[in-house]
């Protein structure tokens, strides 16, 4: 059994736990719509084609907030295509995903479901193959009251209140070759600048966001984000992170260290956003909106290829996800709270189906896949503030990310009015083989007694939730000592998620 050490101390504060990290992202892309939350005659299929089912599984994630809709769709989404009777919308071909778009589920489909899923929506705008006037019309017709063509047109299309939008994304990975109407950095960072001014003429309270960089492995990565806030530092709030993680060629090791690569993808761009505010002399600081994060295969995806026959909603991604990839989603969840300071926005890409934590299938059931469960109980237990933690752990060497530490851990504290206050520590054990024991050391935090240890793991990292058995893989409880002189100690699984939590009695 290895060993390692924290400290929990109030001291150690980040910043509040933002309720909008544990957003997710809704894209018209595979089945995470059709058959995913939208279903028509399905057996839990309520009034409005909404599945029941899922809505449950949502709700159970807790998910706050959700970025619609897309994602590279956006890019040559028609947002009027979306709206009015569903019989007289056109079908559209998709050329992000090749495949065809009914436009039977839209926009009021899509507020219906946010109301009733208890989310806020993000709203993405096509900034590939449009631009300025058709983002007004768009905020116009979601968010104006009335007397207006745009918004008299969303009344009379059944919606009598303004959808009240408040957080919008300028498009979409706008430096990636592969996005409908792809822009160099400067092109991107003015036509986001001018959209952005014009949209803040109608209201000047959104918040928005700007594309930054799809991956930190881009070979504009830094230069694009400096470039593009360079521009439009003024006109916006956020600039977006986009992060993929993946088990290549059987390095288990490496997986386990995302991280590692999260962290520094982070600092970079917080380093990089301080650097223009330093060169403007702004006093505003710009905030990082994650809005695309998960472990998706991506090498399986691009060997196979998108589908050749323009499908509706064709099966796409729809990756099985094991022990192994639910620690690491833990891990990402870690690394997104300790940049609580600057990460105010993220999504887990995507809710359903794709890439996804729930999966359902076509007139049949939806089950948990076993990454659901490290988001729901972070996003049910990380409230208040969040501490900074930093373990004393041995270290074990990785192909890509060289010597890091076996245990990754943060905390967050709960203050209650009534002093019913709750202490909860995640942490990972990253290890393939060997236990951990931590200590924990609980000097700063007198009269907490542990409630629950909670542990994902199983000694076969490769077991999977499926239609057969939902099941399989599920946190379970674990016995917890008592803190003793001020320390509490855990045992902590190989390739393990953790959530630790203690309260004081009120």
Known sequence: MLHASLTVDPAFRVADVQPRTFGSFVEHMGRCVYTGIYEP?????????????????????????????????????????????????????????????????????????????????????????RGVAEALDLLEYCNHPGG??????RIKNGAPDP???????????????????????????????????AMRMIDPKLELVACGSS?????????????????????????SCHAYYEELDGDLGSFLASGVDMDHFVESVVA??????????????????????????????????????WAVAPR?????????????????????????????????????????????????PSWRQTTFHPFAQA???????????????????????????VVDAVATHLAEADGADELTVFAVNRHQSENVELALDLGAFPGYAPVEHSVLSDPDTRAANTQADPDRVRPYATETGLVTDGLLTANLPPVSWNVIRLRRAG
């Open 41 to 129: 005659g399905h057996p839990y299929a309520d009034e409005d084609g909404l599945r029941r089912d899922v809505l449950d599984l949502v709700r159970e994630l807790g998910v706050t907030a959700v970025r619609y809709p897309g994602g590279n769709f956006v890019s040559g989404f028609r947002w009027e295509d979306s709206v009015g009777p569903v019989a007289d919308r056109p079908t559209r071909l998709d050329l992000a995903w090749h495949s065809t778009e009914t436009n039977a589920f839209g926009l009021h489909e899509f507020h219906r479901w946010a109301e009733k899923a208890g989310v806020e929506p993000m709203m993405a705008v096509n900034l590939g193959t």
């Open 148 to 153: 207006t063509a745009w918004s008299d047109q």
């Open 163 to 197: 959808f009240g939008i408040r957080m919008w994304c300028l498009g979409n990975e706008m430096d990636g070759p592969w996005q409908t109407g792809h822009k160099t950095a400067a092109e991107y960072g003015r036509l986001a600048a001018e959209a952005a001014r």
């Open 215 to 239: 991956s930190s492995a881009m070979p504009t990565f830094g230069a694009w984000e400096a470039t593009v806030l360079e521009e439009a530092y003024d006109q916006v709030d956020y600039i």
């Open 272 to 309: 990089t956003a301080d650097h223009v505010r330093a060169k403007l002399g702004r006093k505003k600081r710009i905030n990082l909106s994650f809005d695309e994060w998960n472990v998706w295969y991506n090498t399986r995806f691009e060997a196979q290829g998108k589908p050749a026959d």
């Open 316 to 364: 796409v991604i729809e990756d099985q996800y094991n022990v192994a990839d639910a620690v690491v989603v833990g891990g990402l969840l870690i690394s997104l709270l300790r940049h609580s300071d600057r990460v105010t926005a993220a999504c887990l890409a995507q809710l359903v189906n794709v890439i996804a934590p729930i999966r359902s299938e076509p007139g049949g």
């Open 379 to 405: 996003a049910r237990h990380a409230r208040g503030t969040v501490l900074r933690v930093e373990p004393v752990a041995p270290t074990y060497e990785t192909k890509r990310f060289g010597e890091v530490s």
